[in-house]
T-cell receptor
Framework: KQEVTQIPAALSVPEGENLVLNCSFT??????LQWFRQDPGKGLTSLLL?????REQTSGRLNASLDKSSGRSTLYIAASQPGDSATYLC???????????FGAGTTVTVRA | DAGVTQSPTHLIKTRGQQVTLRCSPK?????VSWYQQALGQGPQFIFQ???????QRGNFPDRFSGHQFPNYSSELNVNALLLGDSALYLC????????????????FGDGTRLSIL
């Protein structure tokens, strides 16, 4: 069974600081890993998808890395802004599975 | 390009009742998954539908059932509602790309907030 962990559960940073969000998974046989953003009371917005054959993926200020051997993915958000305040979730898709296994998320607050 | 749409947005029911939630996938998508998200937790997989059949099921009781229609839209039905069924129910869609397992991102709707009194 794939276990996905995100630590810390919450993070508060001043505006302009770079954000580093961590995601750990127990089964290295993943097919891909996806990062999502969730605003309060809303659904999930897909940010980045990293295939198992990739080491990283970038979109604007966002960069996600994947290290299957250590069971880790990291989401970097450069030059954080108050609008980046949200909960960020990672989800792993195993190689022999259709479902996404989610972490509980990291709630980020960017202080102006 | 419409994304994933879910209805209703909010629903209040009492214990023992039955509920039906609806989902229309993103244009071009043929696979629909349902997730339950309790407050402060990550979403938990309920089941996935493809070609109108349940392809995989998570650890949920038979009170949870679903359906996929020829136009790829889907319904989630929950019978004999319990207080513990109160949650945000999320629908996700994706597009099968030929391999057995999709390597395409899943796109989520805004969910249905279900409250059981």
């Amino acid at each position: 069974k794939q276990e996905v962990t995100q630590i810390p559960a919450a993070l508060s940073v001043p505006e302009g600081e770079n954000l580093v969000l961590n995601c750990s998974f127990t089964d290295s046989a993943i097919y891909n890993l996806q990062w999502f953003r969730q605003d309060p009371g809303k659904g999930l917005t897909s940010l980045l998808l990293i295939q198992s054959s990739q080491r990283e993926q970038t979109s604007g200020r966002l960069n996600a890395s994947l290290d299957k051997s250590s069971g880790r993915s990291t989401l970097y958000i450069a030059a954080s802004q108050p609008g980046d305040s949200a909960t960020y979730l990672c989800a792993a898709n195993l190689s022999n599975d259709y479902k996404l296994s989610f972490g509980a998320g990291t709630t980020v607050t960017v202080r102006a | 390009d419409a994304g994933v749409t879910q209805s209703p947005t909010h629903l209040i029911k009492t214990r023992g009742q039955q509920v039906t939630l609806r989902c229309s996938p993103k244009s071009g998508h043929d696979t629909v998954s349902w997730y339950q998200q309790a407050l402060g937790q990550g979403p938990q997989f309920i089941f996935q539908y493809y070609e109108e059949e349940e392809r995989q099921r998570g650890n949920f009781p038979d009170r949870f059932s679903g359906h996929q229609f020829p136009n790829y839209s889907s319904e989630l039905n929950v019978n004999a509602l319990l207080l513990g069924d109160s949650a945000l129910y999320l629908c996700a869609s994706s597009r099968r790309t030929g391999g057995r397992y999709s390597n395409q991102p899943q796109h989520f709707g805004d969910g249905t907030r279900l409250s059981i009194l």
